[in-house]
Structures are given as structure tokens and as C-alpha cells.
């Protein structure tokens, strides 16, 4: 008994590790992986209250409109507010927005799916015929109708995007829980006496968990872009919030005189968004090689 | 085949049925009407307005007289853009955006395809890696800002390209453009998975040990099957590339759907959203019923249900 109980944990360890060493040969994906950590922490530091820059938020400074210089790096804006400190405070929402949905798309994608692709059937035919219907839809147009319908504001878009994002993430999972349900050990455990739900969670998702995370990689980016962009079009987020969409928004009207407004947050965007597109392609190759994940 | 075509169009009316009644729902059950932002508006004129376009009776009963409305051709008419009927405006935007969605499709399909198959065909030489880090660092900028850059460098710096309205040809280059570059990195990609796929099948090795050119098997015997999981993106990547141009409207100031969308929206256009809705929501019935049929004509093995 002993020794089955200390056996577990390193075997769990093991697997990841496992993944780990596989990613650690793909140096675009491990590359990627360390700026996600870095920019993850620097969004993790500001949130708890770390100052990051000489210039706190808020913290107007004489130097209105200046281009970047050694004393602010990304340059200020027309109230004098050093953008190096307003992009390391807007990556925290940015992020945030980004974490959260694939959170939401998590698990309302993978109960969906679950339920769904273990059920098999009417009922599978019906759930599946209403994600390809809602699946049709473009993000962008479901998203501007339900965010801004239901108001502006973080809750409004996480809604938004919340909406959009789990389908995905339920297509996936059916489609691992029809081809895993046939396998002879969900056979052993109904033999064994165990219900549905223990199967589905002790037996299924586990082995489903490779392209799950893989989805979830490439969700947190696309999370991101479509709050800029959102933001971006004036029905996102818009001030007193501060993300990279509202500095990017904000730094448009003045696109002609100070382009620094809007590149350093575009940059900044890009950069995190293209880490964990990186990243995905990485974690593919390293945990699920055969699916094809992105969606147009 | 045109059977086909007409009996999946019929068969989406119920889903474009839906698609009304949940957008109007949705539309009523948030709290704010289109009068509320026209400030100062004693509220006597404001119940008259409400009257006079029957926002004052039960939403059921809104409900039933838009759809009887709907069910003789009348789309309504805007609140905000005063005497201008949806269906008026509408036939303003909707060529409009259908411009600006094909061009950019057509630049898209240019681009990407080609790009995908010579990184496939190359795999892992330089030319490979510099297409996919180019299409990956495609999908991660937003809209906006490769039109911006596209605004600041053509119509700001180099004072070349028009960066505003929809007059001339020239007017397209930098709106199509802008739409066209994540779908086309986003094509390659695809492409070039799909390639890679069928150059390891068994009729390719077939091909290349009868002695035929490395060309002629990626051009006959490769790219008719890689292209279909391809094909089956440009229905949806079609009707995003119409419906989704918001971004691009907005940059461009380009009086198209997604311009007139979201104005609607903020401004709680009730006719006006539910006539663009309904538009977007046939373009993307008909796009995905037009690609099923090519589907099968790409793809004899595929039997579509109809």
C-alpha cells in the first residue's frame, strides 16, 4: 500500500517532466515558453503591488508627449503618465482576460464535450449541431452583439469572450471521449462497477488532457487579441480600465504626431501573442501530434 | 448540384428564424433604448417617438410585428440615420463590404497558398523557416495595428496610398491589404500541414518512382487533395473576411457593414441591427453552402447529406 501511495506522485511528475525535456529540444517553443513565464510575472508583480518602474501609475510627470529617452523608455502620454509603467500595468488585465477565458473555455468546453461524446447518440447529435451552428458564427460578430449588449467593462467582456472560446475547446474533448470510450481499460472500470462520472473523470479526461492543454494554449492568445481589438473599436474595455487594447485605442487618435503610443503596446501585444502561439505549436508537436488545432 | 445548392438554402430559413429571435430577445432584455442617448429629450416626445414606432407595446407583440414586417420584404427603418430605410442602407454597405471581403480573400488565397506549399515542399530548409515564422508572427498582430503601420508607412510617411474612405481603386489597396495578411498567414500554415500530409502518401511515392518531375507530383497529385481541408476554411474564412471587417472599417473609415454594425449596436438601432444580423447570418449560410458543393466537386469520396 506504501509503496503504491509514493510510487503515484513521481510517476505524475515524470510526465511532465517528461514533456518538458521533449520541449526543451524545440528552442522557438522553449524560447517562447520563457518569455510567457517573464511577461506572466511581470502582469503577476504589478498585480500585487511590486513597483516595476520608476513611475508608478497614475503618477503624472512634467514631461508631456515625449518620444522614448532614457528616463521613460516608451516615452509618456499627453497627461504626462510614463508608458513603460502604463503597459506593465495594463499587461495585468491583458492577461488576466486571457487566463480567465481559457479557464471558462476549460471547463465549460470540456463538461460540454464530456457530456456530449460520453453520451453518445440523440443527445450527441444535438449538442453537437448546436456548437456547429454557434461555431459558424464569426467571434468577432457574437462578441461586439453580446458584450456590448451586455455592457461594457471587464465582466461584459469576459462574457463576450467567454461565449466564443468554449467550442472549441467541446468539439476536441467529444471527439477524445468517442475515440477513448472504446478503449478495453473504460471496459475493465464498468466491469469493475464504476459509474459515468468516475469513469469520465478518472479514466477519460486524464488520457484527453495532451490536446486539452494544447487548446487551452492557443486560446489564451486569441483571448488577448480579440479584447485589443474590441478595446481597439471603442467596445471593448475604455477607461478608468487600462489593458493593452485601451493604450493601443488611445494611442491611435495621436497616430500621426506620436506613434510611440500606439507601437509599444502593439509591440507588446505581438510579442506575448506570438510567445503563445509559439508555445502552442510546441506543446502540439511535444503532446499531440496529430491533431490540427487552429481555427480561422 | 444547383438541387443541392437550393435545398440546403431552404433548409437554413428556420436558422436564420433563430437567429432573429435570439438577436431580438437579446436586444430587448438589456436595459436602454434607442432614444436614450438623444439627451434633453423632454419625456413626452420621448413616448411619442416610442409610439409612433411601436416601442411602447409588449416585446411579444414587437416581436410578432417585426416578423410579420420581415415576412413581406420590410427590414424597418433606422432610428438614427433619420428617413433612411435599413433596406437604403443596406444596399449601400453590403457591395461595399463584399468589395473589401473578396479582395482580400483573393490576396489571401494568393499569398498563402503558394507560401505553404513551397515551405511544405522545402521542408526544413531556410526558405520553410522563414515562411512559418513569418505566418506565425502573421496571426499574432492584430488588425489593427498592421493597418496602422500600413497607414503610418504608405499615407503618413511615404504619402503614397489614400488612408481613408471608399472612392478609387487606390482607396482598396491599404483596407484589403490590411484584412487579407492574418488570413493569409493563417492559410500557409494550413497549407503547408496538409501538404506535408499527402506528400507522404503512397500515390505521391507512386508518382515520383514513374519518373515524374518533383513539380508536376506536387502540382497534380499533391495539391488537388492537400487543398481540400483548405477549402473547407474559405467558406467560414469567407464570410468572416465580409462579416468581420470591423476593424478595418473602422481604421479606413470605409462605409461598409461593419461599420454600419456597430454603430448600430451602441446606438441600440433595433431595425438596424436585427437587418445586418440577418444579412451576416445568410452570407454565412450561403458561403457554407456554396463550399459544401465544391467540396464534393474537389472531393468525390466526400457525400455530403444535402
Known amino acids: 500500500m506504501t509503496a503504491s501511495l509514493s510510487a503515484e506522485p513521481v510517476k505524475a511528475v515524470s510526465r511532465v517532466e517528461l514533456a518538458f525535456g521533449r520541449l526543451k529540444k524545440i528552442p522557438s517553443a522553449y524560447i517562447a515558453f520563457w518569455i510567457v513565464c517573464l511577461i506572466c510575472l511581470i502582469a503577476l508583480m504589478s498585480a500585487v503591488g511590486v513597483p516595476l518602474s520608476a513611475y508608478s501609475f497614475d503618477q503624472a510627470t512634467e514631461d508631456l508627449l515625449v518620444g522614448p529617452s532614457m528616463k521613460h523608455l516608451m516615452g509618456t502620454d499627453e497627461l504626462g503618465r510614463d508608458l513603460f509603467a502604463r503597459v506593465i500595468y495594463g499587461s495585468r488585465l491583458s492577461i488576466a482576460i486571457g487566463f480567465v477565458t481559457a479557464g471558462v473555455a476549460f471547463v465549460l468546453g470540456t463538461t460540454y464535450g464530456a457530456i456530449s461524446g460520453y453520451c453518445g447518440g440523440k443527445i450527441d447529435t444535438i449538442l453537437m449541431r448546436g456548437v456547429d451552428i454557434a461555431y459558424s458564427l464569426p467571434d468577432l460578430l457574437v462578441m461586439i452583439l453580446v458584450g456590448v449588449l451586455i455592457g461594457k467593462g471587464t465582466f461584459g467582456i469576459l462574457f463576450a469572450l467567454g461565449l466564443v472560446s468554449w467550442m472549441g475547446t467541446a468539439r476536441l474533448v467529444r471527439a477524445q471521449m468517442l475515440q477513448l470510450k472504446e478503449e478495453e481499460f473504460v471496459e475493465a472500470a464498468k466491469a469493475a462497477g464504476q459509474d459515468g462520472l468516475t469513469i469520465v473523470l478518472k479514466h477519460l479526461l486524464p488520457n484527453a488532457m495532451g490536446p486539452i492543454i494544447v487548446a487551452l494554449t492557443f486560446t489564451v492568445p486569441s483571448a488577448i487579441l480579440s479584447e485589443s481589438t474590441l478595446s481597439f473599436i471603442g467596445l471593448g474595455l475604455s477607461a478608468p480600465e487600462c489593458s493593452w487594447g485601451t493604450l493601443a485605442s488611445d494611442g491611435w487618435r495621436s497616430l500621426r504626431s506620436y506613434p510611440h503610443l500606439l507601437g509599444f503596446p502593439s509591440l507588446f501585444i505581438f510579442m506575448t501573442v506570438l510567445s503563445f502561439n509559439c508555445l502552442g505549436d510546441g506543446l502540439r508537436d511535444v503532446l499531440d501530434p496529430r491533431t490540427r488545432l487552429f481555427k480561422g | ?306
Open chain 2, 1 to 306: 448540384m444547383l438541387a443541392l445548392l437550393v435545398k440546403r438554402m431552404l433548409s437554413s430559413i428556420p436558422v436564420l428564424l433563430v437567429v432573429a429571435t435570439l438577436t431580438f430577445f437579446l436586444m430587448r432584455a438589456v436595459p436602454g433604448g434607442p432614444f436614450d442617448a438623444d439627451k434633453n429629450l423632454p419625456p413626452a416626445i420621448v413616448a411619442n417617438l416610442n409610439a409612433k414606432y411601436q416601442l411602447d407595446k409588449p416585446v411579444a407583440q414587437q416581436y410578432f410585428i417585426y416578423l410579420s414586417r420581415l415576412a413581406k420584404g420590410d427590414l424597418g427603418i433606422s432610428y438614427k440615420y433619420v428617413n433612411r430605410t435599413v433596406q437604403d442602407i443596406l444596399a449601400e454597405a453590403v457591395p461595399v463590404s463584399f468589395q473589401l471581403g473578396f479582395s482580400a480573400l483573393l490576396l489571401a488565397v494568393i499569398i498563402g497558398i503558394p507560401l505553404g506549399t513551397l515551405a511544405a515542399v522545402n521542408r526544413g530548409s531556410w526558405l520553410d523557416v522563414t515562411a512559418m515564422f513569418l505566418s506565425t508572427a502573421g496571426i499574432s498582430v492584430p488588425g489593427f495595428v498592421i493597418g496602422a503601420f500600413l497607414i503610418f508607412v504608405f499615407g503618413i510617411w511615404l504619402k503614397v496610398l489614400p488612408v481613408a474612405l471608399w472612392e478609387t481603386p487606390w482607396h482598396m489597396i491599404l483596407p484589403a491589404l490590411t484584412l487579407a495578411f492574418s488570413p493569409a498567414a493563417y492559410l500557409a500554415r494550413l497549407t503547408r500541414a496538409s501538404v506535408l500530409e499527402v506528400l507522404e502518401k503512397d500515390w505521391v511515392r507512386t508518382a515520383r518512382s514513374k519518373g515524374l518531375s518533383r513539380w508536376s507530383t506536387v502540382m497534380k497529385h499533391t495539391l488537388r487533395n492537400a487543398l481540400v481541408p483548405v477549402a473547407t476554411v474559405l467558406g467560414p474564412l469567407t464570410a468572416i473576411l465580409i462579416t468581420g471587417s470591423f476593424v478595418v472599417e473602422y481604421l479606413y473609415a470605409i462605409p461598409g457593414m461593419g461599420r454600419f454594425f456597430v454603430t448600430a449596436v451602441t446606438n441600440r438601432d433595433y431595425d438596424l441591427i436585427m437587418g445586418t444580423t440577418l444579412v451576416f447570418a445568410a452570407i454565412l449560410i450561403v458561403t457554407n453552402a456554396i463550399v459544401d458543393v465544391v467540396y464534393q466537386v474537389l472531393d468525390p469520396r466526400m457525400k455530403v447529406e444535402g
